[in-house]
């Protein structure tokens, strides 16, 4: 790979902190169980993000959601303080793909200020939440079988 070092950069100083998860229904197309995991986010040793991951237990082939909330989150700050941001997560041939969809809706969007996808994308709060997600997807254990190094 030759963007391994910009990607060192740009994850070094994130830490991820995983924290609890419940099963949240069955998958609308399949019908198999899905599941909720979510976490924290660090940088530069501040709270910066939490994290939900939304998927279908087994199956790699249903769409997954990374739902990320950026911001601040010191005393006194509220949901106003924070962007909520969707990702749609998929596993292609070419390898972990994300897309920005609409927040609204989605658990994450009682925590911070539903975004839609079309306002996002391009910018570099859409960079961060990738970068972010990207890291969830490495270092979470829980969520391994979504990624592309997990056995299928
Ligand atoms: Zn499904």
Redesign the pocket.
Known sequence: MTNDDTRGDATANLEIEPASMKSSGR??????S?RTAWGFVYRDGGPRACYFVEW?LG?I???ARFDVVVGSWFDGTTEDDREAVSLEYRLLDTGPSFAVVDAAGRPAAEVGRATKGSEVAGTPLAEEVVTIAGAVLEIDDRVSELSARAPA
């Open positions: 998958c609308a197309c399949c019908g198999k899905r279908t199956r082939d249903c769409a």
